[in-house]
Each structure stands twice: as C-alpha cells, then as structure tokens.
C-alpha cells in the first residue's frame, strides 16, 4: 500500500515567513548573495524534508493556490478574500522560488487554473482513497479541510512546541460529536473572517455546532426553522434573516473534490523518487543548510 502527503503549499510557505519575519525590516531578513531572500524557503524546505524522512511516502504533491482573482470563488461572491492585503514583495519572490526549485528537484507540485490549492488537495485524497491505495496525510493548519478527513485521510497539523499531531476521523468526531462532511455546515454559519466568508451575522460558535449536531445541516436547520428547539429561540430571527447568506457560504466553504481537469490525473506522476545529491545541491546554490 502506498502513502500520500498532500501539502498546501502556501499556507507551510506563509506560516514560515511571518513567523521568521516577525519585528524584522526586509534588510534584516535572510537572503542569498544574489539578494534572493529565504526565510520563508529555510522553514518550508526543513519540514518537507522532515515530514519525508518521518512519514516515509510513496506519493507527494505540493499543491499550490491561483492567484485570488482567478478563483471560481470570486465569481461567486465578489468580497471572498476581499479583505486580505497585498502579499509582501519578499514572500512572493519566495513562492517563484520554491517553484522553480521544485521544478529542479522533481519535487512533485500542483496548481490548478481556477482552484485552490485546498479544491486540488480536496480532489487528489478523494481520488486516493476511492482507488484504495493507501493512508493520505494532508499537511496544513487551515481548519478548512478538516471537512476531508476519512478512514484513509488525516491531517497533520502542527501544535506549537509539542510537533505535528496527526488528526484522525476518529479525533474530529470525537472533538465535535458530527461527520466531517458535517464541517461545512457549521462553517456556513459561522462564517469566516479571514476568507471574507459572510455566515449568519449574530450566530457563533455557541450556536453553529449545536445547531448542526441537532438538525444534521444547513438546510436540516431550515427545514426546522419554524419548529427549532427552544434553546435556539434567540437565533431564530437572525437565521431567518442570514438564509441567503448561510447558502451562499456553504457553496463557498465546500472544497471541490471533482476537479474536472484532474478525472485522469495518475497518481504515477507524484511518485516520490529524490536525488538527495540534487536536492542537496539545489540547497546549497541557495545557501541553505536544511537536515536530510
């Protein structure tokens, strides 16, 4: 059997940068003699290093987000991600980097015109795990995807000085008494901030996830809205109000797990198979000292 890890690449690339970035100019980040910086590379490049010699996969795609105004999301509500600011200038020289060095390693990677990079992670661990070929392991903190996990598909995700924990089915219903499909539902009334994600205004996390363990879904809650349990009395105007906003959240909360360009994708292509001397090398033009 085989094994699979599925890295959304920009959330590692990102995480690395502002942590490492943090109360420091652009002068005083690290960069190459050539001026190419790394400091966000350093991070990325260590733990995908890492998660290879600790996990031992077969199979390996660094998935990679579109930029944010050719997402189908955006076509669907104009404001998703409208919030966000401009990436810095660093971070992204970074992301060209690490793609042209993926592309001198042989380092599997993976962006698809018009999805994210969680519709691709989303679409490679469905087709995975309806192919049976083995355990996949998702590794990002993005509480997003957790709407993915099966018997087949974890997620790794990394706990501040305690390390990766692998997040399992069994974890998530324990931890929220629902499915992981069910994920969406209480993500649609929420809402999200960081995505621009609208949700029903005045509903939070006291009522999203006992509403959805009670009526099952979204359009379970609605269904019932005229008959909702009493507890819920002092939400029943406000969803009434957010319905719209509710279904229109959960179309865009809801990964893609059938992107159409990827029905014959074959997993022969993200078969791990590294030259560490390459890889090696290819480190050192940057000057970067990361464990093997």
């Known amino acids: 059997m085989g094994r699979l ?44 290093m890492s998660l290879i010699n600790d996990y031992e996969p077969t199979h390996f795609v660094v998935t990679w987000d579109v930029k944010r105004n050719e997402v189908k999301r955006k076509a669907l509500y104009e404001d998703y991600k409208g919030t966000r600011d401009d990436l810095p200038a660093p971070l992204i020289q970074q992301y060209e980097t690490a793609v042209n060095l993926f592309h001198a390693t042989g380092i599997p990677q993976m962006s698809v015109e018009g999805f994210e990079a969680d519709d691709v ?23 997003d995807l957790l709407q993915l996990l099966n018997p087949a598909v974890s997620q790794i995700i990394a706990v501040r000085k305690e390390g990766d924990l ?63 349990d009493s507890k819920f009395n002092r939400y029943r105007k406000k969803l009434s109000e957010g319905e719209e906003l509710a279904k ?22 993200c078969k791990l198979d590294l030259d560490m001397n390459q890889i090696k090398s ?11």
Not at 11 to 36: H, P, V
Not at 126 to 137: A, I, S
Not at 282 to 292: T, V
């Open 166 to 228: 692998v997040y399992t089915e069994d974890h998530f219903k324990t931890e929220y008494g629902i499915n992981p499909g069910q994920w969406i539902d209480v993500k649609a009334l929420l809402g999200d901030k960081s995505d621009n994600i609208p949700g029903v205004a005045g509903v939070g996390d006291k009522a999203a996830l006992p509403l959805i363990q009670q009526y099952g879904s979204v359009q379970g809650v609605y269904e019932s809205i005229g008959v909702l």
């Open 248 to 269: 229109l959240s959960l179309e865009l909360v809801t990964i893609e797990r059938a992107i159409p360009e990827l029905d014959l994708y074959s997993f022969a292509e």
């Open 121 to 143: 992670i989303g679409t490679l661990s469905e087709k995975w795990t309806k192919e049976g070929l083995g355990d996949c392991y998702i590794y990002s903190n993005d509480k």
């Open 5 to 48: 890890i599925l890295i959304d690449g920009f959330n590692l690339l990102s995480r690395g940068y502002f942590a490492t970035a943090y109360g420091k100019s652009e002068e005083q980040l690290s960069k190459t003699s050539e001026g190419l910086f790394t400091n966000a590379l350093r991070v990325k490049l260590q733990k995908i």
């Open 282 to 292: 290819e480190f050192d033009k940057l000057g970067l000292r990361i464990r093997m």
